[in-house]
């Protein structure tokens, strides 16, 4: 694999120093040898979450009991794959369906990793559509996960209604040796539970079972497949000193040093599921100890003068489907002096890809000298979540929700985007919305408008999937983050049933969803970040265009 370099001339003698520096202190070799102490002195959850490094290996023995398991599926008459699960044990598989697709005659993917009531609906009624015949794979990699066994209560109690006693041959757990998930599967009689590797964290799992299980599913050559990445990693054994993922994660270290923190990925749309898979890894992975590479999915493009001099630019192109529009759009990035990483994807070589970013990111975190392996934050919403749940879900009035009245939001914004005491680095839309297509351009629109009249990079993603994901740098960085939150009100709402085994952590999705978003954003205030909140009222889309014209008058 190869990539350009636009523009770093600049730099080119800090990164020759920092790829001599690799050399110095055989990374390597200290990698392959699963050295804790090229990141930190104590070895906590570093040595044990090293298993990424030869998964592309130790995946063989399992392929053939998957392809046996995945005839089996499929000649049961399965034609719906729905994947419940969040964070990375979700957004590989994602990228895999989106980026390389099922084969013909093989079941399609569908992910839900949201406890919106109306995207669960939605997935209900996929489910439920006349002639499907679903099979829901309940991924986690501790077992615990309160969305993903929320999830599985509801489509679990779901299929009780339809195939009584035998529900459970509908489902498949995706969870590591011991976990409760494993022990609920058995008792629920689901039809397989496939196990991970315990010595790889959730974020770097792509290619362990959380990403390739559904992948036979889906009828892939897992063979052919991960043939680029068995390769990259033979490269990393044979000590090559210009192996791709270490050039490119000592150039993320290099430039977060230069204060080029802001990685921007530029991306076509069949691979915007790449960036989210890309945005969690390099987030989750060094966000914390007050430093940080902010990641942010470019899907519209802003104007060149609205970058300042934090920006890493990341292009991807697809190698068999050049998109004119975003070459024309890279010649003008390049002509604009900004740092440029031009990066080619052939299809059949996305494992190479998903091994590159993993063994770039632990080494962006050995030059921040951070632990990319752990999430320090990650626990204090969960916390809050539980908090606010035991004692009752507040009221928008308690919570200080705002509703979005057009005057009272101008004035509120006014007041909240020119606060002369505080100049912030970026800023983040923090979408407790139900996600869909029509939104998903209203908030690539809303986030551009944003970037182009603060002069701010900003990005968004939907809640509760960004707490596995982005929620760990938010709260771990230097805090110059500013926060939009923005909240549904739909009335849509589904109870979630408790299961022998499984109580409910919530009695609706809705009180769920809504804790999260309470639990989040009460997280980030003790945390010193600053954050407004608005309750949307009226439908999600029309609200957010109406956003933009506010913003556009400040």
């Known amino acids: 694999m190869k990539f350009e370099t636009h523009n770093l001339d600049l730099w080119q003698k800090d990164i020759r120093s920092a790829l001599d520096e690799i050399q110095r202190v055989n990374f390597s070799g200290r990698l392959l040898r699963k050295d804790h102490s090229l990141w930190q002195e104590q070895d906590r959850e570093i040595s044990s979450r090293l298993g990424w490094l030869d998964s592309p290996l130790r995946m063989n023995r399992l392929l053939q009991d ?41 079941p399609r993917l569908l992910m839900l990793d949201s406890t919106s009531p109306g995207a669960v ?69 689901f039809s397989l539970t496939v196990n991970g590797f315990p010595d790889i964290g959730g974020r770097f799992s792509a290619l362990s079972p959380f990403g390739l299980f559904p992948a036979a ?43 080029r923190d802001k990685l921007t990925l530029l991306l076509p749309s069949p691979l915007r599921s790449l960036g989210r898979w890309l945005e969690q890894l390099v987030a989750e992975s060094t966000g914390k100890e007050g430093k940080g590479i902010l990641p942010i ?54 494992a190479a890809h998903f091994y590159l970013w ?26 809050k979540t539980r908090e606010l749940l035991a004692s009752g879900t507040p009221s928008s ?68 999937a960004y707490l596995h994901s982005t929620g760990q740098l938010f709260k771990g960085d230097a805090g110059r983050g500013k926060f939009l939150g923005l909240i549904d009100d739909d009335p849509v709402d589904l109870a979630i049933p408790s299961l022998p085994g499984s109580p409910a952590l919530a009695g609706s999705f809705k009180q769920l969803f809504m804790a999260q978003a309470l639990a989040d954003f009460a997280a980030l205030k003790q945390k010193g970040r600053e954050i407004m909140s608005l309750r949307f009222v009226g439908h999600p889309v029309e609200t957010i265009f109406s956003l933009g014209e506010i913003i556009r008058k400040i």
């Open 66 to 106: 998957y392809r046996h398991q995945a005839e089996k599926i499929r000649s049961a008459g399965t034609d719906l794959l729905i994947l419940l699960g969040m964070g990375g044990s979700s957004l590989a598989p994602e990228a895999i369906s989106q980026i390389i697709g099922s084969r013909p005659g093989w």
């Open 121 to 189: 609906q939605a997935v209900a009624e996929a489910a439920l559509a006349k002639d499907c015949r679903p099979l829901f794979l309940v991924s986690s990699k501790s077992g615990t996960t309160a969305e993903t066994l929320s999830l599985l209560n509801y489509f679990y109690s779901r299929q009780i209604e339809i195939r009584g006693p035998q529900a459970g041959k509908n489902f498949v757990a995706i969870t590591d040796p011991g976990t409760p998930l494993e022990k609920l599967a058995g008792e629920l009689g």
């Open 217 to 259: 599913l889906m009828g892939l050559d897992l063979d052919k497949f991960l043939a680029p990445a068995s390769g990259s990693y033979q490269q990393l054994r044979r000590g090559e000193p210009v192996h791709p993922g270490l050039v490119l994660g000592s150039i993320l270290g290099v430039m977060f040093r230069a204060g």
């Open 297 to 350: 999915l470019e899907n519209l493009p802003v104007s060149e003068d609205s970058y300042g001099l934090d920006r890493l630019l990341i292009f991807y192109e697809l190698e068999s489907q050049p998109d004119i529009f975003w070459q024309d759009r890279l010649e003008k990035l390049k002509a604009s002096g900004q740092p440029v990483i031009q990066i080619s994807l052939a299809r059949e070589e996305l």
């Open 358 to 383: 993993e063994l770039a990111t632990a080494v962006a975190g050995y030059f921040l000298g951070i632990n990319p392996f752990d999430q320090p934050d990650v626990e204090l919403t969960k916390k």
């Open 397 to 464: 009035t308690e919570s200080g929700l705002l509703s979005a009245d057009r005057e009272l939001l101008a004035a509120q914004l006014k007041s909240y985007f020119e606060d002369k005491n505080f100049r912030p680095g970026y800023l983040a839309l923090l979408c407790f919305l139900a996600p869909g297509g029509n939104l998903d351009i209203a908030l690539d629109n809303l986030a551009r408008q944003f970037s182009e009249k603060f002069h701010l990079p900003c990005l968004w993603n939907y809640g509760p």
